[in-house]
């Protein structure tokens, strides 16, 4: 079965600070996703990548930035975190094409002080 | 804008009842209506999609219709057992893009025994 692995579970960091999350597959997948996940506003894309080096903005890229140098990997960066961006962050990948399944990662639960 | 409406945001049922999770979308566009499950603590999976061209689909005790007309479709599980207890997130593809979804903010399922 497709693995997506999230460096961390647990992430608590400062405000101010720069935050590296990465998400790694292991199915050769060309479409990666990182989603923030609220309760009772489910899941909003960030950023969105179609291939190797390409990236798309989703629903609420401010204050992100992502980088995909190899297809395994998708890293979501917080160039200066805000109590704001305290929540749930998970990644997911596909094969391309259209309305394939999406295989998620455990997440990543992001607290910023 | 595109959109997707769910609910109830939170649905009790007793076990062994059935239970319906609604969900309504705006853009006539959309074509792939897939629903994920996320218990608790664990990544969101997918459970069962429908595409446009049918009306229903079954899988087991779970069951999705879809009413193109009215643009909304349902969830239905029979028979429902303790571990369907979790969070059902229903989603929409979006107009022109073959890489995202919109989702709708979850329903959150308890199964009383």
């Known amino acids: 079965d497709v693995k997506v692995t999230q460096s961390s579970r647990y992430l608590v960091k400062r405000t101010g600070e720069k935050v590296f999350l990465e998400c790694v597959q292991d199915m050769d997948h060309e479409n990666m996703f990182w989603y923030r996940q609220d309760p009772g506003l489910g899941l909003r894309l960030i950023y969105f990548s179609y291939d190797v080096k390409m990236k798309e903005k989703g629903d609420i890229p401010e204050g992100y930035s992502v980088s995909r140098e190899k297809k395994e990997r998708f890293s979501l960066i917080l160039e200066s975190a805000s109590t704001n961006q305290t929540s749930m962050y998970l990644c997911?990948?596909?094969?391309?094409?259209?309305?394939?399944?999406?295989?998620f990662g455990s997440g990543t639960q992001l607290s910023v002080l | 804008g595109e959109n997707v409406e769910q609910h109830p945001s939170t649905l009790s049922v007793q076990e062994g009842d059935s239970a319906v999770i609604k969900c309504t979308y705006s853009d006539s566009a959309s074509n792939y209506f897939p629903w994920y499950k996320q218990e608790l603590g664990k990544r969101p999976q997918l459970i069962i999609d429908?595409?446009?061209n049918v009306g229903e689909k079954k899988d087991q005790r779970i069951a999705v219709t879809l009413n193109k007309t009215a643009k909304h479709f349902s969830l239905h599980i029979t028979e429902t057992q303790p571990e369907d207890s979790a969070v059902y997130f229903c989603a929409a593809s979006k107009r022109n893009s073959n890489y995202q979804l919109i989702w709708g903010a979850g329903t959150k399922l308890i199964i009383k025994p």
């Open positions: 429908i595409r446009s």
């Open positions: 997911a990948s596909r094969i391309q094409g259209l309305n394939e399944k999406l295989f």
